[in-house]
């Protein structure tokens, strides 16, 4: 039996050397792809948006002025870092990107509410970050509007009511609202969770596409299916199973700094989700046997796989939802195996959905498997074909 695996053996140990030997390969299976998660990790590590920097025009200068002021400020989202005397002034913090909204409290406001008046308080948001203008418009409206419901019941109590019926009066219909997948408003969760295996897919893909390719660059393709016995499932095994092995490595520690460090919720199954990522970077090793089988040419393959590997987050329907795309674009989505990943990974991690609706996204990673092994004849046409017997 070890006999008939000592051509496996020798090509696992050939690869092995190679790896070790040549610094590119150290960039693109370890220090590439750890770099890039605590870059991620880095920048996403407090999750949620707080304390951006809002400024207060007070034409009022009175107590409940300063009220309002006091409520903006104590609210995570925001935080009153200045005070200007005109909106001109005010406008060119914010062209200067030194605030984030501006917030015009008028005239003779706490006399109009005494009279029982409705005066306006104006904002002007920075919305050209739609994610973060929202979640400040919401925090500021939140803040506004809790005082004004606060004003109308103490106006109310001095008119002689109960406070339960002032509050039933100044807010008489309160939503209950229950976010059911995510309510957490996390960056980290909604961003960091990508692009961590953006990460990973492109230093896969493009170790697998090195690793092949470089046969056909350094003109030792003849002599590696030799010592597979000519088999190419023997040499492509060979050659990309030590990376499979580091990969899936590197996919635990993506699963330890998401579910450990940064306590995201697991409603699903853990056993699952490993699965599912072993079959994600095996699905992107066969993409490289279909691009180098197809192209035949390091230099091209490197280009359209990196192209091709950064394109996925676009379509994935995360960052934008699927059913708001044009037809064309989700089916361009679906030549993705990251597309069908991300819907296992929230499934399990959001919404804990049953095997029978993961192993249908599963089964289309083993589709793209499939798809690499039908190209295996032709990587092999590949290596074989004399045009690559000398340097290229």
């Not at 008939?4 to 190679?18: A, G, K, S, V, Y």
């Not at 046969?215 to 299916?225: D, F, G, I, Q, V």
């Amino acid at each position: 039996m070890f006999k008939n695996l000592q051509p496996l053996f020798t090509i696992i140990n050939r690869e092995i050397d190679w790896m070790i030997s040549k610094w590119v390969y150290w960039f693109l299976t370890v220090v590439g792809p750890l770099l890039g998660f605590a870059l991620v990790i880095g920048i996403f590590h407090q999750g949620v948006v707080r304390e951006l920097p809002v400024t207060v025009i007070d034409q009022d200068q009175t107590k409940t002025s300063r009220q309002i002021t006091r409520m903006i400020n104590a609210t995570s989202i925001a935080s009153v870092n200045s005070n200007c005397a005109n909106l001109a002034q005010a406008q060119s913090l914010m062209y200067d990107g030194k605030t984030q909204a501006i917030i015009v409290i008028p005239e003779k406001l706490e006399q109009g509410l005494y009279q029982n008046a409705q005066p306006d308080i104006i904002v002007y948001i920075n919305n050209a970050n739609i994610l973060k203008g929202g979640l400040l418009k919401s925090g500021i409206y939140k803040a506004i509007s809790t005082f004004s419901s606060g004003i109308k019941v103490q106006t109310a109590m001095k008119k002689g009511e109960n406070h339960h019926k002032a509050l039933s009066e100044a807010r008489p219909v309160i939503l209950d609202t229950h976010v059911l997948f995510n309510p957490y408003n996390n960056y980290f969760y909604f961003l960091a969770t990508a692009l961590m295996p953006v990460i990973l897919i492109v230093f896969t893909l493009l170790s697998a596409i090195y690793s092949l390719g470089y046969e056909l660059k350094n003109a030792t393709s003849e002599a590696a299916l030799k010592k597979a016995n000519n088999s190419i499932v023997v040499l492509t095994i060979g050659k990309l199973l030590p990376y499979t092995i580091l990969f899936f490595i590197q996919a635990l520690i993506f699963n330890y700094l998401i579910f450990g460090y940064m306590d995201m919720p697991l409603t699903g199954s853990y056993s699952i989700l490993m699965i599912s990522e072993l079959l994600l970077i095996i699905a992107y090793q066969f993409l490289a046997v279909f691009m180098v089988g197809i192209l035949g040419n390091l230099r091209l393959s490197v280009s359209i796989g990196s192209a091709y590997s950064m394109m996925a987050l676009t379509f994935s329907g995360l960052t934008f939802p699927e059913f708001g795309m044009p037809l064309i674009a989700r089916g361009f989505g679906q030549l993705f195996p990251l597309s069908y990943w991300l819907k296992v990974f929230t499934g399990q991690t959001l919404r804990a959905d049953p095997l029978s609706v993961s192993m249908i996204n599963m089964c289309y990673l083993i589709i793209f498997i499939l798809m690499g092994m039908v190209c295996l004849h032709w990587l092999k046409m590949k290596y074989k074909h004399e045009k690559y017997w000398s340097k290229n």
